[in-house]
């Protein structure tokens, strides 16, 4: 059976792991980013019948987030990095502190978030308003390929947060 994950999961999760680090050593090296990939995923992989397979294929997802948390992060600060599971899905979260990349434009807060479509639902990805279509685009091509949820919400002062919402089910094609 197939399993997507039709909006980010709102029942209770179990905290699995949770990272923190200074900005400016993550973007010291871009080699962090592949470190703190692989180090996802292979928590991520924990519990299922093939762990590698499930972990190598979301390191793809996983690695997509973290280079745009990369990208997007200022050089000071603090980033966050916390894996949480329920009974149906395994939850990625990237905090970053805010950076306007909008040059000013978008100064409230705002949130996108992206899904597959459903059956007989045009594939619209959400309004994008503080990101690049490039972005929302790259993200929406994320959640479909692994029926994931993926939600960016920004208040606009204080943090970014990445929310990637992904099934337990081992799937994937």
Not at 1 to 22: K, N, P, Q, V
Not at 78 to 89: G, I
Not at 105 to 121: C, M, N, T, V, Y
Request: hydrophobic share 40%; net charge negative.
């Amino acid at each position: 059976m197939e399993e997507i994950a039709t909006s980010i999961d709102r029942r209770a999760f179990t905290l699995m792991l949770s990272l923190e680090m200074d900005v400016a050593l993550v973007k010291s090296e871009w080699r962090f980013c592949d470190r703190i990939t692989e180090y996802l995923s292979d928590i991520l992989g924990q519990g299922h019948t093939d762990p590698a397979r499930y972990s190598n294929f979301l390191s793809v997802a996983a690695n997509e987030l973290v280079e745009l948390a990369f990208r997007w992060s200022g050089q000071s600060g603090l980033m966050s990095f916390s894996l949480h599971r329920n009974a149906t899905t395994n939850r990625l979260t990237i905090e970053l502190p805010y950076q306007d990349l909008s040059g000013g434009r978008h100064k409230s807060a705002s949130l996108i978030e992206l899904r597959p479509p459903l059956a007989g639902e045009a594939g619209e990805a959400g309004d994008g308003k503080a990101f690049t279509a490039d972005t929302t685009a790259l993200l929406g091509d994320l959640a479909t390929i692994f029926r994931s949820a993926i939600r960016i919400e920004t208040d606009g002062v204080e943090s970014t947060k990445i929310v990637a919402d992904f099934p337990l089910a081992e799937d994937f094609q």
